[in-house]
């Protein structure tokens, strides 16, 4: 509180680490919508201010254009090239590019290379709970096998509402 005023966001939990580490290898890993989430900060973790997931994409498109209403967005991108859609046009990254979006502006994305890794924030926190209560636990850091089920339309549809994202 300064000056009467709070400078904490409404709904987000006193939160003053440290300092926080996860390695890689220690994170949770999923497999939904032939990706391969991992994820490195949730929710839990960060007090509610960010989520940081870390995702193994295929070549093609990987996210219709969708609205996030609550939460700005950020890419950056590790290995392979990616195309995004944004309101202003299409834009595409490759190793050591980010790209920020912010809450309420439409995109969509594409791996444009066989594969592609890239890590993904979120602020403030939430996104991680459609692809850890709709997705399948990873047995490797890989891409998902073929075969493997597809989420359940109706949860996945209940869990963005929830937490204020639309699909376009």
């Not at 509180?1 to 006193?14: D, I, N, Q, R, T």
């Not at 580490?21 to 201010?49: C, H, M, N, Y």
């Amino acid at each position: 509180m300064k000056g009467g005023l709070s400078l904490e966001p409404e709904g987000l939990s006193a939160f003053d680490p440290i300092g926080l580490l996860k390695r890689r290898g220690e994170a949770p890993a999923f497999w939904s919508s032939g990706i391969l989430w991992l994820v490195l900060l949730d929710a839990q973790a960060t007090g509610g201010r960010y989520t940081v997931l870390e995702q193994l994409c295929p070549k093609g498109p990987l996210a219709p254009m969708h609205v996030h209403h609550h939460q700005d967005e950020m890419f950056y991108v590790l290995e392979g090239t990616a195309r995004f859609h944004l309101a202003d046009g299409l834009h595409e990254g490759g190793p050591g590019e980010l790209v920020s979006i912010s809450r309420g502006t439409p995109h969509g994305f594409e791996a444009l290379t066989e594969e592609l890794r890239v890590l993904n924030w979120y602020m403030p926190a939430g996104f991680e709970r459609l692809i850890v209560e709709t997705g399948t636990l990873a047995t490797a850091l890989t891409l998902p096998p073929a075969g493997l089920r597809e989420p359940d339309a109706e949860q996945v549809q209940r869990i963005m509402a929830e937490v204020g994202m639309s699909i376009c």
